[in-house]
């Protein structure tokens, strides 16, 4: 479970520590209550613990629950309070909408490639899983999008599901976090030969047992009303969203009780759902880089990845964005979340209708350089 634990907890306390300690003293009590709030996460050493952790995260990231219980809760000056934290986290994970002429300066004459998470970026997060569908402009930006630059859908889903929702031949799908990845099925561009045979499974033989504890969790988790066990085919989910709270931790401990048995899986938490994933080395993070490569970027300079996302397993894309020192890291969040993206959009509908009209603007922008410059 080690490799959870870097999931959970960034570098960035440190980084706002020390940004407080050199900005405007309004900075430093919020910087210490959001360095507080993720510190939280640190101390896990056995199971029980790991478990509220993973519980306490959940709650962390559902942003509607956090907010009004937390102003229930305490009536003196919080609504202020929260909105301090928030203004301090956007100085340092500014909106993306904010931040145009830099990312324009940066990407400028640069082959962009857009990778984009399903669930709360794509589409809005859904009480029911199988109906988290993408609106009709969303998919017409998208193909526009597609026509442009290679673009990627990189999600915890089965690929297979993801496609059902996006319906799109012409881009790269890696579903099952990264564990199942594969090519356009249609030609972005009719006059160029395209890599149809592009498909990586590095977790194939994990297959039957995913399949198995699939099974297990069907039957152990029937007596929680709401649970819900989705199959991703390399990996699996069990969603929180319908259940009450009130049994969360008896659920995830459900959970983790059948995980013991199957140590070549591990546990993971996301928004209001536990993942179960082989504890091979692969995320989303190796899925961007191997996509990248197979674009034949590997070492290059000429490139500039865009990745947008909203979730805790979208930080190892955005770390290796970060090594790279390449492209940008995009969170899609309302509340202030310790992330290594380095810009933020507040939601699916302000990814939508903004951010994909900016991409078109960017490559127009790319071509015009071009023109003048060469
Ligand atoms: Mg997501």
């Known amino acids: 479970m080690t490799n959870h634990e870097s999931n959970v907890v960034g570098p960035d306390v440190m980084l706002i520590a020390l940004a407080a300690s050199i900005s405007n003293t309004p900075l430093i009590p919020n910087a210490a209550v959001l360095g507080e709030l993720l510190l939280h996460h640190h101390h896990h050493h056995h199971d029980t613990s790991k478990i509220n952790n993973l519980i306490d995260s959940m709650r962390a990231s559902s942003p509607t629950r956090t907010r009004s219980s937390s102003l229930a809760n305490n009536n003196n000056n919080n609504a202020s309070d929260n909105q301090d934290t928030i203004n301090s986290w956007m100085l340092y994970h500014p909106s993306a909408l904010n931040m145009f002429d830099q990312i324009v300066y940066n990407m400028k004459g640069k082959k962009i490639v857009t990778f984009l998470d399903y669930d709360g970026t794509l589409s809005p997060i859904v009480a029911d899983p199988d109906k988290a ?48 990845i594969k090519g356009p099925t249609k030609s972005r561009n009719p006059n160029k030969g395209n890599d149809k045979a592009l498909l990586c499974q590095p977790a194939s033989k994990f297959l039957p047992m995913i399949e198995e504890v699939y099974k297990i969790l069907l039957e152990k988790t029937k007596c929680v009303p709401g649970a819900k066990v989705e199959n991703n085919k390399f990996c699996l989910s069990v969603h ?85 020192g390449q492209g940008i890291g995009i969170l899609v969040s309302r509340v202030p979340k310790d992330t290594e993206a380095s810009y933020t959009l507040k939601d699916p509908v302000e990814a939508s209708s903004k951010i994909f009209l900016l991409l078109l603007l960017f490559n127009f922008i790319r071509k015009y350089f071009l023109v003048l410059f060469i």
């Open 133 to 180: 569908f993408m609106t009709k402009k969303m998919r017409g930006t998208l193909k526009d999008i597609a026509r442009h630059f290679p673009t990627a859908i990189v999600t915890g889903r089965c690929r297979d599901k993801v496609y059902s929702f996006v319906k799109l031949a012409e881009l790269y799908y890696a579903g099952s976090h990264g564990m199942d």
């Open 240 to 324: 929180f969203r319908c259940v009450d709270e009130k049994c969360w931790a008896a659920l995830a401990e459900q959970v983790r009780l059948v995980l013991n048995e199957y140590p070549k899986l591990k546990l993971t938490q996301g928004r209001k759902v536990l993942e179960i994933r082989p504890t091979i080395k692969w995320d989303k993070g190796k899925a961007l880089q191997f996509l990248l490569e197979s674009l034949g970027y590997e070492n290059s300079n000429d490139v500039f990845p865009i990745y947008i996302g909203d979730d805790r397993t979208d930080e190892d894309a955005f770390k290796v964005l970060r090594n790279r």
